[in-house]
């Protein structure tokens, strides 16, 4: 062996002994309380676990005394041969206490959802309201028992993240642990919502954490398999969704297809997030110009919903039953369209009408309904290159969801574990990749954070720009008795020329005004009153602000990568 190359090896040796001990000092010093963090994990998803199943068995229970069916599954059917007047008061009054909840323990009359968490996770250190979130829990059980056109996944996460936000505080849990909790609290109760283990894994890491790191991903993956176990002991190892027959493609020539159901998927997801958003604008315009109280506004949609389902009677609930329909290609043509269409609008006013609930599982029924109808079409075209047409619905399911959630990976495995149909994947990425490739260019990535961005918090972005939101001035600026504080003679000058900042502004404010005036500093004043002289706090210096940024967005780095 030549000196060289015995050189090589004695490094190698040394690093290898290095890693030993820094492993074996990680493992001693380390080791006990990661442990106890995974024992703390496995105890949140228990708890998560059991929330969603209670949540979900509570919402049938209530739903079957209401309408009198035993089998809430096929509701809609059961409905039709109701008297009138039951499915019209029915959604009525559970708006009606669903805006009497919301307007006596919410700041604001809004449910909250899906969007207030992933907000906490970014800015709050993994914490939500537990207030609002235990009223938001109970407006949207009650929306959901009444016949509201949502679906119960926005609930269950949010009464999840209450969980962490409780133990969280508890335990005095850091940012980051706040995080890591949070994620596991997501994830089991999405994993016991669905029996989708690996998709409510990565569902809290790809929707909620917005991350992959190798830090979170084992406690995580406790709480999911800890959520999924408490779902199967109570439905056993079941899927939600039964294909009675294996779907088939024909590949190569029927991929174009799934190509284009991906993005006409995407174009559908936009329609439903926009009719959303257009529907709680024209609700909100009419309610200020009406001087409608904000408890009625539920109620109100209550009714819209009610008439819609006395003809049509599927908008009822989640919808498992049209679902399953279109994924087994029992309906028609007419009737997909036409269930398209309802579906989207009860959808739009009962999330309008803040009657709470969330949109993954309407998207599962409006994308299985849009694969089911491509499908239609398409084989009857080409029916010598064409498959299952239900493979259509099973791939358009998946695209419409991944879309509206702007989470294509999570999607897709939880298609998989809601269908038990693993052999279709190719077809189901396809259209899953178009979908949210083109609908993320036409809102901002997903309708989570565009809830987001229409409320001023801007997290589609990234961290370069929701950071500069989590600093007051106030808490960087140098105050006027500093050593190194800016000249007060000079401060009052700039503010005489209209250069300043409040006090309770944030650097998002305060670095435009730095690139618009190229000082090196900017005076921060209180403002007590509208014709009051502003009170001299102190001053925001230039390199102060960058370096508290440059500080959060190393430190965001480092979470996300450790």
């Not at 309408?67 to 009054?93: C, K, M, N, R």
């Not at 323990?105 to 996770?121: H, K, L, N, P, Q």
């Not at 229409?454 to 500093?482: C, E, I, T, W």
């Not at 435009?512 to 102190?538: H, K």
């Given at each position: 062996?030549?000196?060289?190359?015995?050189?090589?090896?004695?490094?190698?040796?040394?690093?290898?002994?290095?890693?030993?001990?820094?492993?074996?000092?990680?493992?001693?010093?380390?080791?006990?309380?990661?442990?106890?963090?995974?024992?703390?994990?496995?105890?949140?998803?228990?708890?998560?676990?059991?929330?969603?199943?209670?949540?979900?068995?509570?919402?049938?229970?209530?739903?079957?005394?209401?309408?009198?069916?035993?089998?809430?599954?096929?509701?809609?059917?059961?409905?039709?041969?109701?008297?009138?007047?039951?499915?019209?008061?029915?959604?009525?009054?559970?708006?009606?206490?669903?805006?009497?909840?919301?307007?006596?323990?919410?700041?604001?009359?809004?449910?909250?959802?899906?969007?207030?968490?992933?907000?906490?996770?970014?800015?709050?250190?993994?914490?939500?309201?537990?207030?609002?979130?235990?009223?938001?829990?109970?407006?949207?059980?009650?929306?959901?028992?009444?016949?509201?056109?949502?679906?119960?996944?926005?609930?269950?996460?949010?009464?999840?993240?209450v969980i962490s936000t409780k133990v969280c505080r508890w335990i005095k849990a850091d940012g980051i642990t706040g995080r890591d909790l949070l994620g596991c609290a997501v994830a089991a109760a999405v994993s016991a919502s669905f029996n989708a283990p690996i998709a409510g894994a990565l569902f809290a890491l790809e929707v909620v954490l917005r991350h992959f790191a190798v830090h979170a991903f084992a406690p995580i993956v406790i709480a999911a398999v800890a959520g999924t176990i408490i779902n199967r002991l109570e439905f056993g190892d079941v899927t939600e969704f039964m294909l009675p027959e294996a779907n088939e493609l024909v590949f190569y020539q029927e991929l174009p297809a799934f190509l284009l159901l991906g993005l006409m998927c995407g174009l559908v997801a936009v329609v439903l997030m926009r009719a959303i958003f257009w529907t709680d604008d024209v609700g909100s315009a009419l309610q200020a110009r009406t001087g409608l109280p904000r408890w009625l506004r539920p109620a109100i949609a209550g009714a819209l919903l009610g008439g819609l389902a006395i003809f049509y009677p599927h908008i009822i609930g989640v919808g498992y039953e049209t679902t399953s329909m279109a994924l087994t290609?029992?309906?028609?043509?007419?009737?997909?369209?036409?269930?398209?269409?309802?579906?989207?609008?009860?959808?739009?006013?009962?999330?309008?009408?803040?009657?709470?609930?969330?949109?993954?599982?309407?998207?599962?029924?409006?994308?299985?309904?849009?694969?089911?109808?491509?499908?239609?079409?398409?084989?009857?075209?080409?029916?010598?290159?064409?498959?299952?047409?239900?493979?259509?619905?099973?791939?358009?399911?998946?695209?419409?969801?991944?879309?509206?959630?702007?989470?294509?990976?999570?999607?897709?495995?939880?298609?998989?574990?809601?269908?038990?149909?693993?052999?279709?994947?190719?077809?189901?990425?396809?259209?899953?990749?178009?979908?949210?490739?083109?609908?993320?260019?036409?809102?901002?990535?997903?309708?989570?954070?565009?809830?987001?961005?229409?409320?001023?918090?801007?997290?589609?972005?990234?961290?370069?720009?929701?950071?500069?939101?989590?600093?007051?001035?106030?808490?960087?600026?140098?105050?006027?008795?500093?050593?190194?504080?800016?000249?007060?003679?000079?401060?009052?000058?700039?503010?005489?020329?209209?250069?300043?900042?409040?006090?309770?502004?944030?650097?998002?404010?305060?670095?435009?005004?730095?690139?618009?005036?190229?000082?090196?500093?900017?005076?921060?004043?209180?403002?007590?009153?509208?014709?009051?002289?502003?009170?001299?706090?102190?001053?925001?210096?230039?390199?102060?602000?960058?370096?508290?940024?440059?500080?959060?967005?190393?430190?965001?780095?480092?979470?996300?990568?450790?």
């Open positions: 062996m030549s000196p060289f190359q015995r050189s090589i090896l004695t490094k190698q040796l040394d690093l290898a002994v290095t890693a030993c001990r820094d492993g074996w000092h990680v493992l001693r010093h380390r080791g006990p309380s990661q442990i106890q963090f995974w024992f703390i994990a496995l105890a949140i998803g228990i708890a998560a676990g059991f929330a969603a199943l209670f949540f979900r068995k509570g919402i049938e229970a209530l739903q079957a005394w209401l309408y009198g069916t035993e089998d809430v599954q096929y509701l809609h059917s059961f409905a039709s041969s109701l008297p009138w007047y039951l499915i019209l008061i029915i959604p009525i009054i559970g708006g009606l206490v669903v805006g009497l909840i919301l307007h006596n323990f919410t700041s604001d009359g809004v449910a909250r959802s899906v969007a207030d968490v992933i907000e906490g996770a970014a800015l709050r250190d993994g914490r939500v309201s537990t207030r609002a979130g235990f009223a938001s829990a109970c407006a949207s059980f009650i929306t959901l028992s009444s016949g509201g056109s949502t679906g119960r996944e926005g609930p269950v996460v949010h009464i999840a993240a290609g029992k309906l028609a043509l007419n009737e997909v369209v036409v269930f398209v269409v309802l579906k989207t609008a009860a959808v739009a006013i009962t999330m309008a009408g803040r009657m709470g609930g969330g949109v993954f599982s309407p998207s599962l029924m409006i994308g299985a309904l849009s694969g089911l109808g491509f499908g239609l079409v398409a084989t009857s075209i080409f029916p010598e290159v064409s498959g299952s047409v239900t493979l259509y619905a099973l791939a358009g399911m998946g695209a419409v969801a991944a879309a509206v959630l702007g989470a294509p990976i999570s999607t897709t495995l939880i298609v998989f574990e809601l269908t038990g149909d693993w052999q279709t994947g190719l077809a189901v990425m396809v259209a899953v990749s178009m979908s949210t490739a083109l609908s993320s260019r036409l809102v901002d990535r997903s309708f989570f954070l565009t809830q987001l961005e229409r409320r001023g918090v801007h997290l589609a972005a990234g961290p370069q720009a929701y950071l500069l939101a989590m600093f007051r001035v106030s808490g960087v600026m140098r105050k006027m008795n500093d050593p190194r504080a800016a000249d007060e003679t000079v401060c009052w000058e700039m503010i005489g020329e209209g250069i300043y900042v409040d006090a309770t502004a944030t650097l998002e404010v305060a670095l435009p005004i730095f690139d618009r005036t190229m000082v090196r500093f900017i005076p921060v004043v209180t403002l007590t009153g509208q014709n009051a002289a502003p009170e001299l706090r102190g001053a925001l210096f230039h390199v102060d602000a960058l370096k508290a940024y440059n500080r959060a967005l190393a430190a965001t780095a480092a979470e996300e990568h450790s």
